[in-house]
């Protein structure tokens, strides 16, 4: 075979042959991959080492995106960035193929330009492939793993070994681009991003995946990431825990906290018992209130009822009120506080419901009355509560 | 995301609320217009069920883990039989290693004891139903205690 020179000059290949290889495909592996040898002996010393570790190659891309993938880097900029690089690259290699078929053909050699119109075809076709792996890397990781295992198929079917050894370096050349980019792009994007590390989790996900971006100085590990969004998840519902609960604000740390949780959640489930209680105690009377209630609105009156509810609770929280069924006995005559606030909130429903309660309006006033007392000197005082002393106090009340 | 959390909801005049005591209300109502039991327990036993059950029925809780597990441990209060004592039950629940995980606190098991449907759950999860739990639970208190100022003989 006449040695036709496209850019080489006759020189040693700067590319490895191996034994056995048909100097056919020399020239164009010369023309070809000057511009990429130069690139890729500088940055891969171990470029030597490729017919021994020809087989793995074409899974590298694949797994170089599965990893990509699984380290959770963002797709919006980190991902479409290489694939961007990855596609010009691809894009001047597209344009060196077309030279080299142009130079070729002009050769006249039938078989070589056979051969390498085949290696060339062939590497576009594996570069669109890889290309749409990346597109598709969202998705689903197999894909991309059948792909590159087919590419394996492809290129080991093939006559040209030369146009293997082409496609296997510019594979893991990409390879190479890619992880050297993907780090450059973490570290720029985190020197750049540490203010938008917050919204990571908020990110609407694209697929199923939630995108987070790494931060500067912090590993990248794939179970590191999901630990740390792990963490951030649990102390953003610890704060707003905080928030819930009353009298959580100066607590600091998560086993206090969590104490007072647990401590909260008891008594507010104790005081559904104590409440349904006292109901089904006062409940036997009020077949026509609720009816009435039901009718009218009664949530004006949830507003007043806040701030006593708020003393309820430490009321409950301190001590255990026994339940008192017959605490306030109907018919009582009590004393008459106009100044007390709550009592107004609540006489507005007891002056709607009074048209049906005509017998005896001025004992259930009273009572009410009697029992907002009650509330009141135990909310100011909040001493230790014992049955004789809820039994009496409505005795004063007799006496005055 | 439609499960990150909402802003602690405080404000008694919202739907939310609404729906929860009108729910109650007709429970009470319809406790109210049964047959008058003498036996205080049981008409105990009945509100403690209608206001557990408002809970889980109120439209911000519908789609939480914990109303779905509460409203499956109401039934089986419901179908237990006031005068027995033991109850048999059918299907036993083995609760595996898995939910104590190393990364929670040693109290967390309290906490899964306590809120309704807990056993199943992740630390994080667990966090975010007890936050809405709690907040069904204050407004439950506060309906049940206006009811009770409201009422009168």
């Known amino acids: 075979m006449v040695p036709v020179s496209g850019a080489g000059t006759g020189t040693a290949s700067p590319f490895p042959l191996w034994p056995g290889m048909p100097n056919l495909s020399n020239p164009i592996a010369e023309s070809f991959n000057p511009g990429m040898l130069n690139q890729s002996s500088n940055k891969f010393p171990y470029s030597s080492v490729l017919p021994p570790g020809l087989p793995n190659f074409p899974s590298e891309p694949g797994f170089i995106e599965r990893a990509a993938r699984l380290s959770c880097f963002s797709a919006n900029a980190g991902f479409n960035g290489l694939m961007n690089n990855s596609i010009s690259n691809q894009a001047q290699k597209g344009e060196l193929n077309s030279m080299n078929i142009g130079s070729g053909s002009s050769h006249g050699n039938q078989l070589k330009n056979q051969g390498s119109i085949d290696n060339n075809s062939e590497t576009n076709e594996g570069a669109e492939d890889k290309i749409s792996n990346g597109d598709n890397a969202n998705a689903n990781g197999d894909s991309s793993q059948n792909d590159s295992g087919s590419k394996k198929r492809k290129r080991k079917n093939q006559d040209g070994a030369m146009g293997q050894g082409q496609a296997s370096m510019k594979s893991q050349e990409e390879a190479g681009k890619q992880t050297s980019e993907s780090k450059k792009e973490v570290d720029n994007n985190g020197s750049k991003n540490t203010g938008k590390n917050g919204k990571d989790a908020a990110d609407v996900p694209k697929g199923d995946y939630i995108h987070v971006r790494a931060r500067r100085g912090q590993a990248t590990n794939s179970h590191s990431l999901a630990e740390r969004v792990r963490r951030e998840k649990i102390s953003e519902r610890m704060k707003y825990l905080q928030e819930l609960v009353p009298g959580c604000s100066k607590v600091t740390g998560k086993a206090v906290m969590l104490d007072e949780i647990i401590n909260y959640v008891q008594s507010l489930q104790r005081q559904v018992e104590f409440l349904s209680m006292k109901l089904a105690a006062v409940n036997p009377r009020l077949d026509l209130n609720i009816e009435t209630l039901l009718s009218k609105d009664i949530l004006q009156g949830r507003g007043a009822c806040s701030s006593t509810v708020g003393f309820t609770h430490e009321m409950f929280h301190s001590q255990l009120l026994p339940s008192q069924p017959g605490l306030l006995p109907p018919g009582l005559p009590g004393m008459l506080n106009p100044s007390d606030p709550f009592r107004r909130a609540i006489n507005t429903p007891l002056s709607a419901m009074n048209p049906f309660k005509d017998p005896n309006p001025q004992m259930s006033t009273t009572w009410q009355d009697e029992l907002h007392n009650v509330m009141s000197m135990n909310f100011a005082t909040n001493p230790p509560l014992s049955t004789q002393e809820i039994a009496t106090k409505p005795s004063d009340g007799f006496q005055l | ?153």
């Open chain 2, 1 to 153: 995301m439609n499960r990150k959390n909402p802003l602690p909801n405080s404000n008694p005049n919202s739907p939310n609320s609404s729906m929860q005591a009108l729910h109650f209300l007709q429970a009470l109502a319809r406790i109210a217009r049964a047959a008058p039991k003498p036996a205080h327990s049981a008409r105990t036993r009945q509100i403690r069920h209608a206001a557990y059950a408002s809970m889980a029925h109120s439209s911000r809780s519908s789609r939480r883990t914990w109303s779905r597990a509460l409203l499956h441990r109401l039934r089986q209060w419901q179908q237990q039989r006031p005068g027995r004592l033991l109850t048999v039950r059918r299907r036993v629940r083995i609760v595996t290693p898995i939910t104590s995980r190393p990364e929670e606190p040693a109290r967390a098991e309290t906490l899964r004891q306590l809120v309704p449907g807990g056993r199943g759950m992740e630390y994080c999860n667990l966090l975010e139903e007890t936050a809405d739990y709690v907040q069904c639970l204050r407004a439950q208190v506060q309906l049940m205690q206006t009811l009770l100022d409201a009422f009168s003989s």
